[in-house]
């Protein structure tokens, strides 16, 4: 639930830039830790909350990609679909 609270804090369907600028005003330590703790529960055990995760990733790097920022969410997220525990 808390990722889609937080999906739903800086991603509107409805166009209005205002969301979007709330993450890219967040101090960007603050940032960088958030998505390292999303990262590490990619991938968990639960579907559910692989599920919430996958869709906050795409939320942020919708947000960070197209600004240069986040570049190593490509690699992390190769190494990831080749997890044997998931």
């Excluded at 990722?3 to 940032?31: A, H, M, Q």
């Excluded at 995760?53 to 997220?77: D, F, K």
Aim: one cysteine or more; hydrophobic letters at 40%.
């Amino acid at each position: 639930m808390a990722c889609v609270i937080c999906k739903n804090l800086i991603s509107d369907r409805s166009g209005d830039k205002r969301y979007t600028e709330l993450w890219v005003s967040v101090e960007p330590y603050f940032k960088q830790n958030m998505k390292d703790a999303i990262l590490r529960n990619l991938a968990s055990s639960s579907k559910l909350i692989r599920s919430g995760i996958s869709s906050l990733v795409s939320t942020i790097a919708a947000i960070e990609l197209p600004r240069g920022e986040w570049l190593e969410l490509i690699p992390l997220l190769c190494v990831n679909a080749t997890h044997e525990d998931v």
